[in-house]
């Protein structure tokens, strides 16, 4: 958003990505990623050329994203999408990208994009979601790429990667008061309450 000019949309290029790649796990984006996009526009050269690429920048790290929601645009490129993954020894993942909780949010949330972009809602041209962008559950999930089993299994195994447990200490506070070398901690810490208490008095 801030590197872009004024008339250029929001976007990150290559090679920043390429310069922040360490320790990261990429996808691929769904309908409007640059590999589906390709795809769609009918320049599968380009398709595996940017596949190849991030491939490069994310070794052992990069995942080609499935989604359905029941779009013609999704459904198009699907084939062609998990043809160029199986040629390129690259993973697949199963996602959902989720818009509001539960289906019936749908009308609902039509009408807020129409709030934002300015339109109507029966506008033929204009942005437009299904029903089925709500929060699917894990048995929906499973449901809907049921022949594909190891896009599911790529779901569990990006959040077993990503897990990450802080180990716990401890707060690391500054000592306010030097306290005589071989002092213990209790004798530490009451040099610090009396210094706390005089610094009180002083300020009222």
């Known amino acids: ?21 360490g320790g990261l796990i990429a996808l691929t984006g769904g309908p409007d990623g640059p590999v589906d996009s390709a795809i769609r526009a009918g320049q599968e050269p380009l398709a595996r050329q940017r596949l190849e ?14 989604q359905r929601h029941g779009l013609p645009h999704e459904q198009q490129v699907e084939a062609r999408l998990l043809q160029l993954a199986y040629e390129l020894r690259l993973p697949i993942v199963a996602t959902n990208e989720c818009y509001f909780a539960n289906p019936d949010d749908y009308e609902a949330h039509d009408a807020l994009i129409c709030i934002a972009g300015g339109n109507y809602v029966v506008e033929d041209n204009r942005r437009r979601l299904s ?10 999930m499973a449901e809907l790429f049921a022949h594909l089993p190891e896009a599911l299994a790529a779901t569990v195994e990006i959040a ?22 071989g002092a213990s901690e209790e004798q530490q810490l009451a040099i610090e309450a009396e210094e706390l208490r005089r610094q009180a008095s002083a300020g009222l």
Do not use: M, W
Request: aromatic fraction near 8%; glycine fraction near 4%.
């Open 1 to 21: 958003h801030l590197k872009p000019a004024d008339t250029e949309p929001p976007h990150v290029k290559i090679a920043d990505i390429a310069r922040h790649a």
């Open 53 to 66: 690429q991030l491939a490069a920048i994310f070794p052992g790290a990069l995942y080609v994203e499935l």
């Open 131 to 140: 029903r089925e962008h709500y929060f699917k559950s894990a048995g929906e």
């Open 160 to 181: 077993k990667r990503c897990a990450f447990r802080p180990r716990g200490r401890k707060p690391i506070l500054p000592r306010f008061v030097q306290a005589a070398p």
